[in-house]
């Protein structure tokens, strides 16, 4: 696993071994196709997923590609950080098409735009005008408590102290 | 998803029409459903339609403390709901580096692997349900239920069991748990070859998932597909002893591979590996050390995991099961994504594998496929 | 491993002798599970709650950890709980939302709130209510009170010895303590503030229920402030405690900490180090004033005075400063401080610690003139002349004597008069020296481990046992760990001595248990057996009273003083307007955080009053 650490410190980019059996690689956006065309050749040919961290005091989305090597038993998570206010990043249908599904999930739950996906409609959600809903901002408690009579609260039917002040 | 009216034409009545798989479809494990576009018997276009069984896990989890979520999360799976609380316990320990003791490492893989056969012989009745075998469901569910038993005496609940917790286990074993554990393993052992009869051996079953679904190692890597379904398809991987978690790596047994790539190999392969998990859980009674079954942790109110981010994953009955788990060093996760195996098999590959494929081959398909809408509608 | 997979037609017919056998189906209720050591459902099932609701302290644990949200807390004045501090709050569950996950059952304190093996609920319907107002009928059959109707058939419990321990780690980190044989040979602080580590780990431990504010005599921020020292933020911690408290570095070393008496987590466990963790958050801040952006507000032209700078009048003055008004303190010593100053021995309370507390306070722009004695210097007339309202903290400085033979020899002198001494570093030579100190308070404890460290040989007389002892038990139990004798149940009789003290007398009283379960009452007769000892000096630490002598009498008389205590309300008001009275000579409790919480509520009384006047 080091090798592939020092290989990618080599590239310009900040890796580190995360655990055991896996690896993080920090990637600009720019880059990431040519990270993951690179890791793919390299043995990392099994696309396990596409995570979308909303860090909305940065005003930054992270997207993390989950790359599993079966040959060397090591994990690689990819990691990108995208501009909140206009989010769009490419697609990496070119690699696997498979991202087509994981890509039009995070355009409905975080709003992030794919240039080069064909398809982006809705998904999981219905008729949904909101913000995307996983995103930060997106206040589901608020939410619930408009939609239904159900009311949550924080005290559970405690008083506070009494205190003069 | 707007209903076509059916497409009559002047020649052949009824030549192509829309069909709905779901959403309440005994065939399904969830409410979930594929739109079918068919010409005649087969198969011409596959549209999944995921959305009905979308509870919003993710979003719910950022809400609540660390150890409440524990509540929250087994409902991901319902077949094996287990491998959920270990995957996001052993993410949260890893976060917070605590050491967890052996013996509780022990119980977590006697828990998974009890959950692992349960879930193989929900999927035997599945594919008796799809194969009209109605013998098969009547008895995976009935065996289940012994091991739903055991989960019963061992946690208190049956199906979720709510009994992991960071830094351990809720309980230790009770007394006599373990020699009624082995009893039942003596039960499976000697019901094993009664399904090869029934299941395995049944000329009916064979010609109806012989050939069906085929699906090439290359594909399969390809496609992002684990677990059985990929062993199934040739490829030597499990994550059990390639990146051994837990006590894996102290306890002996085989990788079955049986490398068709169809729905019978599949099914073969769910077979073997109940063998296989049998032969975990003999070793565990007898390997399994005394000691404490957790260590203490703050309580749910301060417990605080330190910034980081983690994947952490376990080889589930159905594939690469895994928690991303992102901490801000607060009570509550900053953010939790769930990597269900199921995703890519039923929302991509779905789409180009039922293709051309006869409406009788679509419940055995997603059935060997092992199709748990939870995990990826969660 | 491999198996037969051949095809074979007739082997499924092999699974028609199953017809014969006996079905895995149970009849139920006819039959019953048969898996479990126990008949029926398994002996840690998770079904509904039970829960002891005279055990139950109403502390809100369970429902602030369901993570369904399924528990309400609901008040019943009917329920007498056990504990002292419980609270009469029960916890309702809706057994709609409810998931049976049982975490409210390990996070409960007392360990009251268990599960029971049952798992049906039924009830029968009211047939004459409309078809669509059903579901509401049924919605509130699902939610209903546990208690203990199901407590004969316990399923996931929590047995004794292992209650909250169940996951969670609760034992305490005490912070540092010099051994004994060490601390006894100086006046340095023993105790040490915790580290980051310590404070954070010791504060991880907190539940968050707010049990011990309502111990508390102020009602401090506790829960929050321990909960900042927990995210790693003495800054934000300390705001919260100023909140409620302008002394927290004192408050933190020597308060009298009723809060860890009503600490959930001291049930099954050792409570919160509370005290020491307000230290730490104090001690983490260098100036409070910058750190937190203390301000006070615009001044307003009117005029307080507050008359002894103790910590009644330091709080007095801190809310009052901060409510807009100018506060003149005026204090007769030449420091300020009062029994804080004079009484409480360096080894427990540093003096650079004190100072830091009350030139925080002063540095506000609160106006301290010392050395001025009311009564004498100024009239008390013109003081209530001269301000807009007065404020009298001057707590309790008249000694109680021993009214015993031989009293008036010298070498025997009272607690507070010793402690001064000590604390002005003019205590005589007790090298060497027999010291008995009677008394069983902290004032007791003070003289005795301070004459200790001055290298005296120590004996406490106490009138009743150990237990007893009005002083704090870790107080008695350090001073025994020091060296410190104490005799129980001797009353004194008779000082000998020819010019000073040589020998002291005391009778050993029979104890008679106090029906109403009160400390027990000592009982001295004629055959109660006497005794002597050695003694060089002799201390009485026996109590004090309010030395009111600069009010003139008919204020004395009109604001009802009877020699112990100044009657007042909420607020610190007394029978004659603009009069304000707080500290140790109005409350029962007499202790830091009592008078400090009397110099908020005044300060908010004199607020109310002058509003009123305009």
Partial sequence: MLDFVEKLNSMGLDAKPLGKWEFEVTVPKERVAEILSYLKSAGFRAFMGLACVDWIDDGEFELVYNL????????????????????????????????????????????????????????????????????????TLAYSQELFEFKEDETHGIETPERIE | MELRPLNVSSKSKYKTYELFIGPNHPGIEGNFSYVLDMDGHKVAQVTPDPGLLHRGFEKLMERRLWTQNLALIPRICVPEPDINEVAYCMGVEHLAGIEVPKRAQYIRVIVLELARMGAFLFGFGGLGGATGLYTAPNWAFGDRDYILDLFEWLTGGRVYHIYQYPGGVKNDIPEGWLDKLSELLDYFESRLPEYDKLIFKNPIIQRRTKGVGYLSAEDAIENGITGPNLRASGVKWDIRKAQPYLVYDELDFDIPITGDGDAFARALQRRYEMAESIKILRQCIKQIPDGPHRVKIPNPFQFRVPAGAYYSKVESSKGEFGYYLVSNGDVKPYRVYVRGPSYSVSLFYAQKAMVGMRIEDVPVWIHTMDICPPDFDR | MTIDAKRNGLVPISALKYLFKKPHTVRYPKEDLEVFPIEGNSPTYRGFHTNDLEKCIGCGNCAAVCPASAITMVKDENVEPKRKFAKKYRPIIDYGRCCFCAQCVDICPTGSLQMSREYIHTFHPDLSIAVEEEPETVAKNFVWRPDLTHSDNPGYVRLEGDLLNKTIDFDRTDPRVEPANERKLSFAKFVHTYSREEAEREASRCLGCGACVEACPNQLHIPEYISAIAKGDPKESLDWVYKRNPLPLICGEVCTHQCEEACVVGIQGEPLAIRWLKAYSASNVDDYREALNIRPAKSNGKKLAAVGAGPASLSFGYYAKRLGYDVTIYEAEKKPGGAMMWGIPKYRLPKEELMKDINAILNLGIELRTNVRIGKDILFGELLKDYDAVFVGTGNSKPLTLRIEGENLPGVMQGLTF??????????????????????????????????????????????????????????????????????????????????????????????????????????????????????????????????????????????????????????????????????????????????????????GVDLYLASQK
């Fill in chain 1, 68 to 139: 599993q090597s079966y040959g060397e038993a090591i994990q690689a998570l990819v990691k990108t950080r995208i501009s909140r206010v206009k989010p769009i990043m490419d697609s990496m249908m070119q690699l696997w098409e498979l991202c087509q599904v994981y890509e039009r999930e995070i355009h409905e739950f975080f709003g992030v735009k794919f240039v080069g996906n064909p398809n982006l409609e809705p998904f999981f959600l219905e008729n949904w005008l909101d913000t995307p809903p996983l995103r930060k901002d997106f206040d």
């Fill in chain 3, 419 to 604: 402690m001064r001494l000590v604390n002005e570093e003019k205590a005589p030579d007790l090298e060497g020296k027999q010291m008995v100190v009677i008394g069983g308070g902290n004032v007791a404890m003070d003289v005795a481990r301070s004459s200790v460290r001055l290298g005296a040989d120590v004996t406490i007389v106490y009138r009743r046992r150990i237990v007893d002892m009005p002083a704090d038990p870790e107080e008695i139990r350090e001073a025994q760990e020091e060296g410190i004798r104490v005799v129980e149940a001797g009353v004194p009789l008779k000082i000998y001595g020819e010019k000073s003290v040589e020998e002291f007398e005391y009778a050993v009283a029979s104890l008679v248990p106090d029906p109403k379960g009160g400390r027990p009452r000592p009982v001295v007769d004629d055959n109660s057996p006497r005794k002597k000892i050695k003694a060089d000096y002799v201390i009485a630490a026996i109590g004090q009273h309010p030395n009111l002598d600069f009010l003139p009498e008919d204020i004395q008389k009109k604001i009802g003083f009877d020699g112990k205590r100044v009657p007042v309300d909420d607020y610190g008001r007394t029978n004659i307007k603009g009069l304000f009275f707080g500290g140790d000579l109005s409350n029962r409790r007499q202790d830091i955080i009592s008078a400090i919480g009397a110099g908020q509520r005044a300060a908010k």
